[in-house]
């Protein structure tokens, strides 16, 4: 088992800047890729970026490329997402998932990042 906690959502402006951060718990050893999704509010949740725990490549959207920055602190297990340049379109709830090597997939509780002047 793997459990997620997100934290460091909240109001931000357009243009301003966030961190969001993931904090993993339990059996890390097993986990494959890290990834960021959200949900906007009416909307489908959308894969935003996510990496390899073992190469810390990440992989980006395009909607959030040039802009949002995947990373990971393997001695702290958790997982970061810097928003950068934030757009009206990026306010969501944003959660983070794990997915194992064996293909279970963990999920956190989910942030809320608002963007609004």
């Known amino acids: 088992q793997v459990q997620l906690v997100e934290s460091g959502g909240g109001l931000v402006q357009p243009g301003g800047s966030l961190r969001l951060s993931c904090a993993a718990s339990?059996?890390?050893?097993?986990?494959?890729?890290m990834g960021w999704y959200r949900q906007a509010p009416g909307k489908q949740r959308e894969w935003v970026a996510s990496?390899?725990?073992?190469?810390?490549?990440?992989t980006y959207a395009d909607s959030v490329k040039d802009r949002f920055a995947i990373s990971r602190d393997n001695a702290k297990n958790t997982l970061y997402l810097q928003m950068n340049n934030v757009k009206l379109d990026d306010t969501a709830v944003y959660f983070c998932?794990?997915?194992?090597?064996?293909?279970?997939?963990?999920w956190g509780q989910g942030t809320q990042v608002t963007v609004s002047s």
């Open positions: 998932k794990f997915l194992t090597v064996l293909g279970t997939d963990y």
């Open positions: 339990g059996n890390i050893g097993t986990i494959g890729t």
């Open positions: 990496m390899s725990r073992r190469s810390g490549v990440g």
